[in-house]
């Protein structure tokens, strides 16, 4: 690979850590062609993108990036490959249900939405880690739910309120 070849790649990586707010990086080194096969049909339908990577051009881009990925360049080691997401807990998700059949890929790392996760030991966290759209989803519900009670309170009780009133008003009369 020539020096032009390799500023054209970081350059591309550069910005595809630059557009991407969910970035894992995995180890799958020692699957066979089938099974990384299927790992990849797997990520395309959870919406993943994976991509095998040479660390030092991925260190390189790391640095020219705008994002700060703290200890993640400290992991590019043997074989990395690039997940990248929309949604922060999706590569997650994928890695643990393919793990159930093969001890491949481990989770070397992520950026997940400004936060940096480091180790395999860190996957259960991010498979319960909600996307942003997740969180104000159950944001709105919490705020509909009382103002939906309020409104059913008030129909209810506006029927007895105004029987009651009427009442009084004929004993009156």
Avoid: H, W
């Avoid at 096969?37 to 040479?54: D, E, W």
Wanted: glycine share 8%; aromatic share 4%.
């Amino acid at each position: 690979m020539t020096r032009e070849e390799k500023s054209l790649v970081i350059e591309q990586l550069t910005a595809e850590l630059s557009e991407n707010p969910t970035i894992y990086l995995a180890d799958i080194s020692g699957l066979d062609a089938g099974t990384t096969s299927n790992l990849r049909r797997a990520c395309f339908k959870a919406g993943v993108r994976l991509s095998v990577v040479k660390n030092t051009l991925l260190a390189k881009a790391m640095e020219s990036s705008d994002k700060d990925f703290g200890d993640l360049s400290e992991v590019l080691k043997g074989n990395t490959s690039l997940m990248y997401a929309e949604t922060g807990n999706a590569p997650a998700k994928v890695i643990k249900e393919f793990r159930k059949k093969s001890e491949k890929p481990v989770l070397k790392g992520a950026y997940v939405e400004e936060s940096i996760y480091v180790g395999d030991d860190q996957l259960d966290t991010l498979v319960n880690v909600k996307s942003k759209d997740e969180l104000i989803g159950e944001i709105i519900g919490l705020l509909q739910s009382p103002a939906k009670n309020v409104i059913s309170a008030l129909k209810s009780s506006g029927g007895t309120i105004a029987g009651i009133v009427k009442t009084l008003s004929e004993k009156e009369g």
